[in-house]
């Protein structure tokens, strides 16, 4: 009677275990690990994505990499307008006031094209501009500019500070010489008055251009295509 009271009770014992084994698996509890089968699930990628120790190598080289790429990036000059023919004009043209100032100004000969720079001081979040053609350049305060050429590009750019508002004027805004320029004949930047500069770039003839503006360091690129 005493030993089948005893095997009696110790079915009930392995049952119990096996239930409460089973309650912890379907609860996310504490499954018994398979060996084979956690070696297999390591050698997949759904184990990689799912495993913090597996997936913590993988964003490393990718951040890497993208960190590494930025710069060349950054360098690239930011998409420009299409090439236009006759006058346009930027987003939200004229800005108000903002914190931009002309400093200086350069040019440059590429193959296809040559490129009028104004750079500033202070940011070019608020630089907009406008652009028509000319044949007679004159100013804000309503003087003839002293510029070459026969027909001129006019670009009032708004969102610039005052000079008033600035401690050190730059002696001139004009780039230097024009050597080694053939469409480019004559390129004259002028002070901002009221909230505006203006940019006229003397040619032959309305020649295509582009213009955009870009950042680090602020400056606004014009080209104009050669012929």
Known sequence: MKARLSAACA??????SACSSASEEADGGKPKANPGTVASAQDSGASRSSS????APTPGPSAASSSSAAPR??????????WLAEGSQSDGFPTAAGHAFPSSSRVGSHPEYERVVVQYTGGAADLT????????????KGERINVKGDVFLQVDIAGVREPSDVATLPPTLHPG????????KGVSVQYPFEGQHMVFIGLSAKNSYRIQVLKDPSRLVIDVKKG
Not at 52 to 55: E, F
Not at 177 to 184: F, I, P, R
């Open 52 to 55: 913090p120790t597996s997936a």
């Open 73 to 82: 990036a950054s360098a690239s000059p930011v998409a420009p307008t299409d």
């Open 129 to 140: 501009w406008k652009t028509t053609w000319t044949s007679d350049p004159i100013d804000e």
């Open 177 to 184: 010489s024009l050597a080694g320029l053939s469409t480019v």
């Open 11 to 16: 079915a009930l014992v392995l049952a119990g």
